[in-house]
């Protein structure tokens, strides 16, 4: 028998499937397994950022007996009793970009902060718009933790503008025609209307086709979040003027190095904060910046 | 009973569906323990007048009087609670249900206490009646527990007649009930509305074969249009008479009967 | 005079005043569709009157006809489907597949011309005809019901799009934007409200007056009876669910001109906004009774009701609640108008 | 014509549903311009027989001949395609669909070239026929355009009359034609039973309304429990021959008719 | 020998092997839903043959039916709802609205015992009722089609609980999650689990053997016939309705329990989910045909195709494509079945 290396069967559970957000977090963490060698990555994800949907594929992957779970709980509370019942089974489990409440499951947590997200995305809509105007936010729907928090925190930030009038938030169903055709109602009802903050992807695209049916690009400034290709684009065609930008891959890689030195008994980071960025079309080619632009494929 | 033993008694009842007047002051009266023929032509009313007088239809206008005090009969349960059942011509069968089911449809047997108190069905014993009730009527139906979809229009029919012999205590209502059935099944249905008949409950007999009208009924009440234009002794009127009645060549005077005066 | 002639004198005669007027009005009047039509325009007045400076305004107006312009296309398919008794839940699924190959194929053939658009144009209804085939094929054969096997071949088309693709293509031709997508004619009606103008007017015609909306209708209201008298009946309902798939495609290329990008992961309610839409219109889910017209209005009526209560600025989570109220209440209205008109 | 003037012939057909055998070799004949009578009791199988020949079921096993040669019905277009045609006992209307509509379901008139390349329907022109069609007829129909949903049930059955009647060519297949219809409406079809016979169609009629078989019959077939136990002239047989074959307590030699011997 | 008993020797008579068999076994051979059943089994099968360590757990079963109980309860309730030919869209939008109120209910008693914990089971279930009331009520009064009065409540529904409250409640008390949440009887079996089947086996009953059960496949079956026997058809479809709501509501408690959160950003695909997992059993869209136990393996389905789905490692996507298919195929095989059998 020659020393043969053992190799580790890691699974990155995604928060949602086909997000490019994950999608980087992946290549990040496919990154990571190549360049370790000794690692099998299995990726998989729920269709919807959604617990009860999350679960049942938590159980299944926990049937397999992965040697670490790398996850993204879709909610703090309601994740906690399945990633126990993986730990005790003798999963390793770390968590990715969200976490539960419960912080002794996982032996790592690697994150951005949503909160500050949101509140990032006002600061830059307030350098867009002279800190003055009427802004809303155009979010998916209550209840997913995410969204809400990039929510709050703009709202937070929002209110320390004394000249701008925050209209509230509206929900689209992650369907970007509502989205445009609540942007539409929006403009007709409020004609001084000139900010948008567009929670995720879809929200930002409705958001953005509903400004240009109205022909009111000049006016209105548009904030998106995350940094997928179809955002950069939204930038690039002046849809969007600037997008809040998590740094997925590195999570992922992180995800991974965490994760094997776990398994190879090195020592382990409990807590790994990744950064925000505001991408601008006047940033975007700067390498400090566009190394952080999310990837569709690896 | 009452002044002329009439059991159940409609006057001048009217009933438009959107622009059609189906009845157009129909009046119909049936007495103890007679079968009586109601004829005419297709579209004449009948079924919408056997609808009102079993509560499925509401009049638009007109009185209905049962055992001589004037009722409205608002649904099928009241009449039904009145002890008149109904064979309708569309029969008003449950198609996914086996004929045991339908037999018993809104008179389940359930089982003895205290299963009863939650309607626990007693279907063995639904089953066993129900093949007797068959039998006792010579429908021949191929299975008691297959839905009853499948079967074919004769058995149909004697499905919907078993039901409603099974439940009559006052009168029955048939509206068509030999329309679609053999000729042995017919003389046994024709035997029934007998022995029905005396077992005192009156029978009110729908039909367009006017060999078995003579064959059965007591008197015969011819609506036409909407209206009564005719009622006969069966035992002196002629097949002629009645379709002369039912197509309007001849119309007696509303009130008499074979030229009795009223009353 | 005949009987029937006779019998109609008589009986089926229309009211003396509805015979004084002229004879399209008459029919509009009488048409099953005409109560919600109604009903929609009161709505659309309540808000006028309300909101007249930002309600009642031809952008405003514009506005709306472009957001129920995709939703339409799939509704009138729909339409087809659910008056043969069916359901099609797979045209969100069908949608974003169709966006997707389009969006591939344009971006191989690269260029930013007519010719590339086109390309896209055949490749998105060549994609829904497809599953919309398989759809109709397998309903047929299998006789397994549509909701099943259009559930099956949502999650297959969704599925087969992610494999293609699994994040949203962003190289859409900037001609097809700026013609299709944003585009007007005569700088006034958007080309996407006018494409789903011209599918529905024809297919208000197809279904109205031709030999294959009267199949349709027959094959919804006793498919045994249809066979019986030779209509092909399996072959009808292949074709209909192959409409709606290959509107369905159609719809997914409007959204690619629209936004620009595919918009994988946002449709997932268009199936039952789309049967809302149709239900609303009166079509029966039973099959056999449905007008494209009635669809146009069920479509347009959650929209109008958004808008009008966003510009009212009703709070998101009232307004939730006084869409679903409403709806009822639109249908109710509806059905009240049309029985007392049949009791005449 | 064939051997025997046989337009459309049968012979041992069989055919299940499940348990249930409904036709056990079960023979028929329709000859050149008559009318033939198919009786039986409920549940005999003649619907079944009927449905065979009209292409909507298929036989398990048993060989049909249309003028003479083997054919195969696949589906109820080859039947039309043939010049047969059915009144179904259930009807087969479609219920949403206008009487005008029903006549002319498989059938449409277009519009001239070029609309007819797309199928426009002359509404107008089949409205008009239809019309006619149902005065012929003697069918009153309160409305031509309204759906047949709502008409009684005799109405309805002049409506699947009219339909097949219009379009026969060879063979009209009448399954309880009258069951439903008044003695007027009923007196009607007898008629036009009669002027189909003399315009060279055959027509086969089922009834369980013997004095009816009898007035328009020229020959009657009885079946009983899935088999063809009795052929009679009408002229030659007396209805209680025709209730004794259908009861079983006759039965013919097979081949035989009223003495007569084959061929 | 009477006629009947005759007709019956001869015609209706079962297949020699079948009356040898004992009754339960015939029974159970016989049942509507066998056949569906059996492909269920081999699914089962083949997925443990294929990972025996993986699958064919304990373990894994136990985690499989805790995923499948929550949604067999509101399937259980659609089964009546679909079986009386109605539909039910609201149940997923009633979930979350009671458990929002019981969660505030909870939360305002304060408390941990079991005190809170039935007052939550209390209010959760009055939640459901109310709106399961409210749905029977406008759908027999209105005459307004289901499809349109349920979307209605669902929109009501899903913005009156976030008028509630638009954030997730966390402070549910830890007696809730750690009894039914995620304890277990003996160890063993689940509580979720062993309510959900609790519920499903005393619908099981109703439907088949009490008169409850015989009046909604009347109702479902011929609602006019139905109406002319006496059966009281519109208090009955209330009360079909109310049931499903409650169950709904029972469901949103459950839920509750085991997320120890209201989860107000899921469950709007329930609904499909519960009318797809009873049509997959037997049930009839077209009402009149369906039994709880069909319903059961219908859920069941979908939980364990997606389960050795990933067990197998088959990527999300193919897997979408995979489950897609085989809902069809094992439907299909369902009726090819059934139809054999009926050609004996
Ligand atoms: N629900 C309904 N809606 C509209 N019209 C109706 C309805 N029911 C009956 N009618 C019409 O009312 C008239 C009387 O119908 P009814 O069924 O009472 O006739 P009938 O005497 O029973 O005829 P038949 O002998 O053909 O059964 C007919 O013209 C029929 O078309
Ligand atoms: N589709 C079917 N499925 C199952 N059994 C059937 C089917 N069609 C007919 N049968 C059965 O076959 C037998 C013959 O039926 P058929 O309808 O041919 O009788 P029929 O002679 O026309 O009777 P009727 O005079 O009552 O119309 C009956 O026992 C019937 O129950
Ligand atoms: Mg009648
Ligand atoms: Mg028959």
Redesign the interface.
Known sequence: YGKSQKTYKLTLLQGV????FY?SMACGAKAAAAKLGNVKL????P???????Q???L???????PDVIMMAPT????L???MK?AKA?GIKIIEVDTHV?NASISISKIASNNILGGRKAAVALAGLTGKQGEWFVMN?????STT?QRQKGFELQSKTYSKVKYL????D??????A???T???L??HPKLNGIFGAN??SA??AA??V???GKQKQVKIVGFDA???Q??QLK?GLTQALVAQKPYDIGYQAVQQAVNALTGKKVKGKIQTGLVIVTKANIKQPAVSKYLYK??C | MTENGVVLGAREIFKSFGHVEALRGASFEVRGGEVVALVGDNGAGKSTLIKILSGTLHPDAGEIRFEGRPVSIGSPTVARGMGLETVYQDLALAPELDPAANLFLGRELVRPFPLSLFGFLDKPAMRRSAAEAFSKLGVRIPSVTAPVANLSGGQLQGVAVGRAVNWASKVLFMDEPTAALGVVQAQHVLDLVRSVRDSGISVVFISHNLPQVFEVADRIEVLRLGRRVARFRASEATMDDVVAAMTGSVEQVEGTENGQGPG | MSDLEQAAATQGAPPAEARRLPRSVRWLLEAQTAWIFVVLLGMIGVFAILKPAEFATVDNFRNMAVDASSLLVIAVGMTFVIITGGIDLSVGAVLVFASIVAGKAMEAQGGNGYGTVLLGLAVALVAGLGWGLLNGIVITRSRVTPLIVTLGTLGMAEGAGLLITDVNIRSVPLKLTDSIGIGRLWGQIPYLVLIAALVTVVAAIALALTRFGRYTYAVGSNAEAARRVGVKTEQHLIKVYAISGMLSGLAGFLSLARFSTTTIGGHSTDNLQAIAAVVIGGTSLFGGIGTIVGSVVGVFIPVVLQNGFIILSVQPYWQEVAVGAVLIAAVYLDQLKRRARAQG
């Not at chain 1, 169903?173 to 509502?178: C, H, N, R, Y």
């Open positions: 499937r086909g997000d490019e999608v299995d990726v998989q994800g269709q919807k950022f959604d617990a009860s949907l679960i049942p594929i159980n299944g992957i926990a049937a397999r007996k909610d703090t509370k309601a906690i009793a399945p019942q089974s409440t998916v729907k209550p209840g997913i809400d509230g938030t509206r929900f169903d992650d369907d970007p025609g509502k445009a055709s609540i539409s109602a929006q007709a009802a992807l879809f695209e409705g086709t509903g240009r049916n109205a997928g290709p179809a950069v684009q065609q569709s494929k």
